[in-house]
């Protein structure tokens, strides 16, 4: 039986400002039986980081369990001498890593992260590179063990240049994390850190481009791609969508309630060492 009684899949963004188009929330509830749908903001505004946060407290506060994907890295690559280069402070767990981006971004509203990655003063910066400038210990190579094990690999988080870079959602992500553990409400569960047995809402990262992997296609936006996609993962029909963020959200969230049936995918990833961490892709079985 799916412990979960509904799913948010959410694509995020790193964009400066209060709102960002580029967040997409699609949604499933088991009871509703119905295919994936868009979720909107009574005044049809874009969605924002900070309004996230407060619907994941929401619900939390709530009397039914609540899996949510969300679309950034969590975590950085974290090898056995630390996730910082030489010379900086040394980190245990993965909460002084939010910790750390906090401090660094704390005087930009919204959870922007612009200054973990564009500042030559980030304690990240030699990993980095970016519009501005390229650090010394940069490498193109420099990944996580979860994202080691996809083919293709993605970009990594510290290639923070071009369409495809995850760096600036990803470490705004871990501000709101920052945020959320502030609270501290034992209700809400970041996967795979935390257990997630007791919780009302487990946060999971996800990587939509697996989705259509696993379907057999590549991550693209029209009408064939996206129902036969749906169909792997027995959900029914599309909303009506314009962008491939929406296309995205949609995808995953079908994924996400086909995938959570398997406790495997839960339990497994939480056997790797470096997932303590660095974090782990739901859905990826561990090689």
């Not at 039914?64 to 402070?89: I, K, N, Q, Y």
């Not at 946060?203 to 590549?218: H, R, T, W």
Request: proline share 7%.
């Amino acid at each position: 039986m799916n412990r979960f009684d509904r799913f948010l899949a959410i694509d995020w963004s790193g964009a400066m400002g209060e709102r960002q188009r580029g967040i997409q929330i699609a949604y499933l509830d088991i009871e509703a039986g119905t295919g994936p749908v868009l979720m909107r903001l009574p005044d049809a505004k874009n969605w924002g980081r900070v309004v996230i946060k407060n619907l994941l407290m929401k619900l939390a506060r709530a009397d039914r369990r609540t899996l949510v994907g969300l679309d950034f890295c969590f975590s950085v690559p974290w090898p056995e001498e630390g996730p910082l280069p030489e010379g900086e402070a040394p980190l245990d767990r993965v909460e002084e890593l939010w910790d750390l981006v906090e401090n660094i971004c704390s005087g930009e509203a919204h959870y922007y992260a612009g200054p973990a990655i564009r500042s030559m003063e980030s304690a990240f910066a030699p990993y980095i590179l970016c519009d501005r400038y390229r650090g010394d210990e940069f490498r193109f190579d420099r990944f996580r063990e979860t994202e080691s094990q996809l083919s293709p690999k993605p970009a990594s988080i510290y290639h923070c240049m071009g369409a495809k870079q995850i760096g600036p959602g990803s470490f705004a992500g871990m501000r709101m994390f920052h945020a959320l553990r502030a609270v501290n409400d034992h209700r809400i569960a970041i996967w795979p850190f935390d257990p997630i047995e007791d919780a009302n809402v487990v946060l999971c990262e996800m990587y939509p481009s697996l989705f259509y992997q696993m379907a057999g296609l590549k991550r693209a936006y029209d009408h064939e791609t996206i129902q036969n996609t749906l169909a792997y993962f027995h959900s029914g029909s599309p909303p009506r969508m314009s962008i491939q963020d929406e296309a995205d959200a949609v995808i995953s969230v079908a994924a996400l309630r086909a995938l959570a049936a398997d406790p495997t995918l839960f339990s497994d990833p939480r056997r790797v060492a470096a997932a303590q961490r660095e974090g782990w892709i739901f859905g990826l079985a561990p090689s």
